[in-house]
């Protein structure tokens, strides 16, 4: 009885001292329960976390796959899209690439900015359009990067597009300062202006490679044949518009299905008033010869 007692009496004594760690565990879970749900609303905010995440998404089920030809893939590929438009067919990837991707492709390209230039239909000269591309860029290779961004890139741009990298040109990336932009043209070249192709600009996708506080969207002037038959002057901002956000890719197609040329590809990028765009372009071709 006696041994019981104290027993009885031990529980007691510890359940006492037991009380101020149980409290003190209690408003430690509280604590961590808000800490992490502050954490997952702010990774609402930070697009950055995720965009890891999707990237690395891209790669799923790889029990699933099929068994697969010569230059085929071992894993199902999942890349998500929006489509923009059918007129022109445009298509938007969110997060496309990583904030790190981006900003190696920015570095890399960095020492080799010039002034972008054009190219010239019949009569036309350097002089004589002055001020319709008011960028900096540079072209940049998959193969001039050792750090391997552009050829994964490059790799998913093929993926997505379904496009072979043997038709795409080498990058073209640029940059625009503020008031700087690239007024309304055709990626492709019509014949009838610039003479006989070898091969012609079928798609062009866009990455872009910083967020642009204001300004400096792509605009599609003629989206759904509007605006077609006002006499636009090719530089007013209007029609669809795609903001730029670090990481984000645009695809759009400048010819139709049969080969002839989309009218509603009209395209340009209204002038930064805010910040500092930076966009890698690809061109893609009908066929793998580049000019
Ligand atoms: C888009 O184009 C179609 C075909 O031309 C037309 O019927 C429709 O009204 C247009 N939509 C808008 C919102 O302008
Ligand atoms: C090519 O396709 C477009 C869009 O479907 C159509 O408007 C055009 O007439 C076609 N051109 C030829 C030459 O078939």
């Known amino acids: 009885m006696k041994y019981k007692g104290k027993r009885v009496l031990l529980g007691i ?17 509280f604590f961590l329960a808000g800490l992490f749900g502050s954490i997952i609303i702010s990774q609402d905010a ?16 790889e029990g699933d796959a ?7 893939e071992g894993f199902i590929a999942s890349i998500p899209f929006q489509v923009l438009s059918w007129r022109p067919r445009a298509v938007y990837y969110p997060n496309f690439a990583t ?19 054009l190219a010239l239909r019949k009569g036309e ?3 004589s359009t002055k001020g319709i591309r ?7 290779s998959a193969w001039e990067d050792n750090t391997g961004t552009l050829e994964f890139i490059e790799r998913k741009i093929a993926r997505a597009t379904m496009l072979p990298r043997s038709h795409g040109e080498a990058f073209n990336v640029l940059r625009y300062e503020i008031g700087q932009r690239y007024v309304s043209h055709y990626d492709s070249f019509n014949p009838a202006e610039y003479g ?19 300004g400096g969207e792509t605009m599609f002037p003629f989206e759904n044949g509007s605006n077609m038959d006002i006499g636009y002057d090719y530089e007013g901002c209007i029609g669809l518009k795609v903001k730029p956000r670090r990481g984000d890719g645009l695809l759009f197609y400048s010819l139709f299905p049969n080969g002839t040329i989309d009218q509603t590809s009209l395209h340009g990028s209204c002038a930064v008033v805010k910040g500092e765009k930076w966009v890698a372009t690809k061109w893609i071709r009908d066929n793998t010869k580049m000019q």
């Open 125 to 127: 000269t350097a002089e």
């Open 196 to 214: 006989p192709q070898h091969s012609q600009r079928i798609a062009s996708f866009l990455l872009y490679l910083s967020d642009v506080e204001e």
């Open 66 to 72: 099929l068994l697969h030809g010569e230059s085929g």
């Open 46 to 61: 930070n697009r950055g976390k995720f965009r890891h995440k999707l990237v690395e998404e891209s790669r799923i089920e």
């Open 134 to 140: 008011t960028s900096s860029g540079a072209f940049v």
């Open 13 to 29: 004594d510890a359940a006492k001292k037991l009380r101020l760690p149980i409290v003190f565990f209690l408003c430690l879970c």
């Open 99 to 117: 904030d790190e991707q981006c900003q190696n492709v920015i570095k890399i390209t960095k020492t080799k900015l010039r002034p972008s230039s």
